[in-house]
């Protein structure tokens, strides 16, 4: 079993930076993929990023791509995504999710593909 621990988030005007961490128990880390997915009120939940569990495949909706970047530390057991140029439609509750790798290094996209979530981290961009 897999514990999912944010961090980050927080308010930013538009154009600013934040990163969330996401931080994991267990010794296994190394072998969980690793999405990111967001939430904003009134709308379903959206794929925004995924690295696997090697770190060397990584994926990004089209809204985010060249703005957000993810990147995983095994030996913190830590998944980060750096978010730059933030954007008033950026504003939603971010969240991690860790599944066991598959058998190819390739990411998940579908929240449902994912067994273990973090508890959630609010991101406001102000105008």
């Known amino acids: 079993q897999v514990q999912l621990v944010q961090s980050g988030g927080g308010l930013v005007q538009v154009g600013g930076s934040l990163r969330l961490s996401c931080a994991a128990s267990?010794?296994?880390?190394?072998?969980?993929?690793i999405g990111w997915f967001r939430q904003a009120p009134g709308k379903d939940r959206e794929f925004v990023a995924a690295?696997?569990?090697?770190?060397?495949?990584?994926y990004y909706a089209d809204a985010v791509k060249g703005r957000f970047a993810v990147s995983r530390d095994n030996a913190k057991f830590t998944v980060y995504m750096q978010m730059n140029s933030l954007k008033p439609g950026d504003t939603a509750v971010y969240s991690c999710?860790?599944?066991?790798?598959?058998?190819?290094?390739?990411?998940?996209?579908?929240?449902?593909?994912?067994?273990?979530w973090g508890q959630g981290s609010q991101v406001t961009v102000s105008s």
């Open positions: 999710a860790a599944r066991r790798a598959g058998l190819v290094d390739a990411p998940f996209l579908l929240p449902v593909q994912y067994d273990y």
């Open positions: 690295i696997t569990w090697s770190g060397k495949t990584t």
């Open positions: 267990g010794p296994t880390f190394s072998n969980y993929d």
